[in-house]
């Protein structure tokens, strides 16, 4: 357990002293085309990624790269921990996130998220924030970039299912994009709002890409994106060490049948 404690305080060590500097170039990068000063950004998350594989323990492997389409596409994402706003980036093309309208005000944090192309949403404003968003969606796919969405809108617990929204089956229809389902038990190994994250291998899933059609409104792609999430979170949930206990019961049942 010190070994545990002595590897995360590293890791946070390093944070604390990256990030200033990370941010500092994105500063300077600010007056660069948006891909030019994406890099910085980028070049962060895959820092701590390393940190969190090298130092901490914590590996991954993807299931489904064959999945990913040649075109910018939505990412349809579980979301569980903090894990996966850093490896999605290495797993998939350059992305910009969703992102609500008050993050931008976080000082430090917030002025870095605009500099890095994120869609903002005013929810306040749903008279104008569907064109707002069709129009911020279309700038950044026209910049090749991939668009990543959270469904469920906030961090849930491993074995837990949130509401699935459908902001982003909405995007992927209005833009005519291909929506990608990605499943993941990476908050099993580092819980939401935790210091401490664990040693171990979270298991990332690419689903096929579900491609907008006349007959496949936002409704049906979403359904179809949140049964296929879902059904894979079943699949390769049980093995971390905050894993859902009916999750951890029903995978040690198997083993044993095996």
Same mark, same amino acid.
């Given at each position: 357990?010190?070994?545990?404690?002595?590897?995360?305080?590293?890791?946070?060590?390093?944070?604390?002293?990256?990030?200033?500097?990370?941010?500092?170039?994105?500063?300077?990068?600010?007056?660069?085309?948006?891909?030019?000063?994406?890099?910085?950004?980028?070049?962060?998350?895959?820092?701590?990624?390393?940190?969190?594989?090298?130092?901490?323990?914590?590996?991954?492997?993807?299931?489904?790269?064959?999945?990913?389409?040649?075109?910018?596409?939505?990412?349809?994402?579980?979301?569980?921990?903090?894990?996966?706003?850093?490896?999605?980036?290495?797993?998939?093309?350059? =992305?910009?996130?969703?992102? #609500? @309208?008050?993050?931008? %005000? $976080?000082? *430090? +944090?917030?002025? &870095?998220?605009?500099?890095?192309?994120?869609?903002?949403?005013?929810?306040?404003?749903?008279?104008?924030?569907?064109?707002?968003?069709?129009? =911020?969606?279309?700038?950044? #796919? @026209?910049?090749?970039? %991939? $668009?990543? *969405? +959270?469904?469920? &809108?906030?961090?849930?617990?491993?074995?837990?299912?949130?509401?699935?929204?459908?902001?982003?089956?909405?995007?992927?229809?209005?833009?005519?994009?291909?929506?990608?389902?990605?499943?993941?038990?990476?908050?099993?190994?580092?819980?939401?709002?935790?210091?401490?994250?664990?040693?171990?291998?979270?298991?990332?899933?690419?689903?096929?890409?579900?491609?907008?059609?006349?007959?496949?409104?936002?409704?049906?792609?979403?359904?179809?994106?949140?049964?296929?999430?879902?059904?894979?979170?079943?699949?390769?949930?049980?093995?971390?060490?905050?894993?859902?206990?009916?999750?951890?019961?029903?995978?040690?049942?198997?083993?044993?049948?095996?």
């Amino acid at each position: 357990m010190l070994s545990l404690w002595l590897r995360n305080l590293l890791y946070w060590l390093v944070l604390i002293i990256i990030t200033p500097l990370f941010f500092f170039l994105l500063l300077l990068s600010a007056p660069l085309p948006r891909r030019a000063r994406h890099v910085f950004g980028v070049s962060w998350a895959l820092s701590l990624l390393w940190m969190l594989e090298h130092v901490i323990g914590l590996k991954y492997k993807v299931l489904g790269a064959e999945n990913l389409p040649e075109q910018p596409s939505v990412i349809c994402s579980k979301h569980q921990s903090g894990w996966e706003t850093l490896a999605l980036q290495k797993i998939f093309p350059w =992305q910009v996130y969703v992102a #609500k @309208r008050e993050l931008t %005000w $976080i000082p *430090v +944090f917030g002025w &870095g998220l605009v500099l890095m192309n994120p869609i903002i949403i005013n929810r306040s404003d749903r008279a104008n924030a569907n064109q707002r968003l069709l129009e =911020q969606g279309l700038e950044r #796919k @026209r910049h090749r970039f %991939w $668009i990543t *969405v +959270f469904p469920e &809108g906030t961090r849930t617990k491993p074995g837990v299912a949130g509401k699935y929204k459908l902001g982003a089956a909405r995007m992927a229809k209005q833009f005519d994009m291909p929506l990608v389902p990605v499943a993941h038990n990476a908050g099993e190994f580092w819980p939401r709002n935790a210091f401490l994250k664990y040693p171990g291998e979270i298991t990332v899933v690419v689903g096929q890409p579900i491609v907008p059609s006349e007959e496949l409104g936002p409704e049906a792609m979403m359904k179809e994106a949140e049964q296929w999430i879902e059904a894979r979170q079943r699949e390769i949930g049980g093995v971390g060490p905050f894993a859902d206990e009916d999750e951890k019961r029903k995978r040690l049942a198997a083993s044993a049948a095996a």
